[in-house]
T-cell receptor, first 113, second 110 residues
Framework: NAGVTQTPKFRVLKTGQSMTLLCAQDMNHEYMYWYRQDPGMGLRLIHYSVGEGTTAKGEVPDGYNVSRLKKQNFLLGLESAAPSQTSVYFC????????????FGQGTRLTVV | DAKTTQPTSMDCAEGRAANLPCNHSTISGNEYVYWYRQIHSQGPQYIIHGLKNNETNEMASLIITEDRKSSTLILPHATLRDTAVYYCIVRVSGNTPLVFGKGTRLSVIA
């Protein structure tokens, strides 16, 4: 099993450009999450999803949109990138019921210039 | 805001037990204590979680006080590869997001 896979791993964007980050999990998990992590900081929740077709805002949702059209995929979109969105983005997934813990992807390092 | 308080950093000698404390004085009756760690810039890794009783797995032990207002993560024989940021998180199991604080940076020293 691959677990949680994030695509791409690195990206440089110019201010104002758009892009989509893909998170894919093969564990049939219901819940998926997008976090960002700035240097020296903990992870902050951007958006999350409790099931296919549902999304909800986290702590820092502004400037981002998400979609969960398929259970295994959770997409994070930046419509008009800003330098303040330079960060490392992590995706995670968990299952319902007794919870063995979340599985995280290896991160996407995004630089907006 | 994170519901936990952890020291910013700690050192531990290689081979010794690392004891990482966490205060969660406002924890609710249905909230679990979770521990994750993040090695360098990798994605966080689940370590252990518990509700009331002490827990042990192949990675660590979790000791929760009787009043549940604090807990300690114990790495019994720390190695250099345990150098990481350790996050203590309280949450209702399963269907609520993990909210991360700043964690404790553990440095294991040879």
């Amino acid at each position: 099993n691959a677990g949680v896979t994030q695509t791409p791993k690195f990206r440089v964007l110019k201010t104002g450009q758009s892009m989509t980050l893909l998170c894919a999990q093969d564990m049939n998990h219901e819940y998926m999450y997008w976090y960002r992590q700035d240097p020296g900081m903990g992870l902050r929740l951007i958006h999350y999803s409790v099931g296919e077709g549902t999304t909800a805002k986290g702590e820092v949702p502004d400037g981002y949109n998400v979609s969960r059209l398929k259970k295994q995929n959770f997409l994070l979109g930046l419509e008009s990138a800003a330098p303040s969105q330079t960060s490392v983005y992590f995706c995670a997934s968990t299952r319902t019921g007794p919870d063995p813990g979340a599985f995280f992807g290896q991160g996407t390092r995004l630089t907006v210039v | 805001d994170a519901k936990t308080t952890q020291p910013t950093s700690m050192d531990c000698a290689e081979g010794r037990a690392a004891n990482l404390p966490c205060n969660h004085s406002t924890i609710s009756g249905n909230e679990y204590v979770y521990w994750y760690r993040q090695i360098h810039s990798q994605g966080p890794q689940y370590i252990i979680h518990g509700l009331k009783n002490n827990e042990t797995n192949e990675m660590a032990s979790l000791i929760i006080t009787e009043d549940r207002k604090s807990s300690t993560l114990i790495l019994p024989h720390a190695t250099l590869r345990d150098t990481a940021v350790y996050y203590c998180i309280v949450r209702v199991s399963g269907n609520t997001p993990l909210v991360f604080g700043k964690g404790t940076r553990l440095s294991v020293i040879a």
